[in-house]
């Protein structure tokens, strides 16, 4: 694995404070708590179909369009909707989207995160 390599090479050089496995495993730690993989549950926004997932350590949801190959995140934070409009620039219907997910509440948003959370995990191989 090439990170490992750099980081390796890194704490050798003593460069870097943490030992290369204890960096490691925070980074891989960071990488699964983002992760958005619950769920998920489907929805309409904008006219479009999105597949919703919940993330796993913040409060917040990944929305993805397999026909447009796009997706983007809504998250809470300090008690208000937080959208990444800048994912959306190529969306064709990004207006009609927008106008959609900004209407959603902090109230929406959590149930909607509760919903995917009881989401049966599927059973097929990777």
């Given at each position: ?52 997932y919940a993330c796993r350590c913040k409060n917040g949801l990944a929305l993805t369009n397999s026909e447009t190959l796009r997706y983007f995140f809504v998250s809470v ?50």
């Open positions: 694995m090439k990170i490992q390599a750099i980081i390796t090479l890194i704490a050798a050089l003593g460069v870097f404070p943490l030992k290369a496995e204890e960096w490691l495993n925070r980074f891989f730690d960071a990488a699964e708590a983002n992760r958005c993989d619950i769920g998920p549950v489907p929805r309409n926004f904008g006219g479009v179909s999105w597949v919703v934070e300090a008690g208000s909707v937080k959208i990444d409009e800048a994912a959306l620039v190529d969306e064709p219907n990004r207006t009609a989207v927008l106008e959609d997910v900004r209407t959603l509440s902090v109230k929406q948003i959590e149930q909607i995160i509760e919903q995917a959370k009881h989401v049966e995990p599927s059973k097929e191989p990777c």
